[in-house]
C-alpha cells in the first residue's frame, strides 16, 4: 500500500474514533461512573488483543491479515495506537471534568487527523530534525479550536484556544510517548488549568 494511501486510510479510521467522545457525551450522559467502566473494558481488550497480537503467531496473522497495511513500524512490536487511544480516554474520563475530557479527547480525534491531512498534502515547512510541518501544525490547531467553538456555549473561548493550542504542541513535540496518549492528556490539563485561572 502506497505511503499517502496508508496514511490516509489510517487517519480516516483515527477520525472514526470520534464516536468515543460523542458516545461519552451523549449516550452515557457524561455520567462518569458509567463511563469508566464502559471505556475500562474497552481499554481491556485493547490491551488484550494486542497482547495476544505480539505473543499468538495464529492470532498474529489473523490481526495482521485485517490491520497490518495501516500499523506503523513502532506498532509491529508494541501496543498500537489504539491501545494508547482507549488508555488515554479512560484516565482523562477519570480525572477531568466532563466538559474537560470530552473536549481532550474530541481533540485527539480531530486534530491529529487534520494535522496529517494538511501536513501530507500542503506541507513544506518542515519543523528542524521532523517530518511534521507547520501547515500540519495550523491545521490541527484551527480544527481542534472551531470544534470548541461549535461548543462555544459550554466552553470558555480562552480555555478552548488553550486546549487547542496545548493539543498542537503535543502533537508537535517529538517525545518518545505516543500521539494517542498525550494529546488528550496534555491538552486536559492545560484546560483543566485554564480553567481554574480564567474567570
Known sequence: MKPLLKESLRKSIHLSSLILPLSYRYLLGSNKRI??????IL??????????RLEQLHFKRYFMRWFGQILRRHEMAGFTGATFMMIAHLLCITIFSADTAFFAMSFLAIGDTFAAIVGLNLGKRKFKGMKKSLEGALGCFVSTFIFAMLYSNQINPAVGFFGALSATIAEVINIPV????????????????ADILIF
Open 35 to 40: 463511563s469508566f467502566w464502559v471505556f475500562l
Open 43 to 52: 481499554a481491556i481488550l485493547a490491551v488484550m488483543v494486542d497482547l495476544l
Open 178 to 193: 505516543d500521539d494517542n496518549f498525550k494529546i488528550p492528556l496534555i491538552s486536559g490539563i492545560v484546560m483543566t488549568i
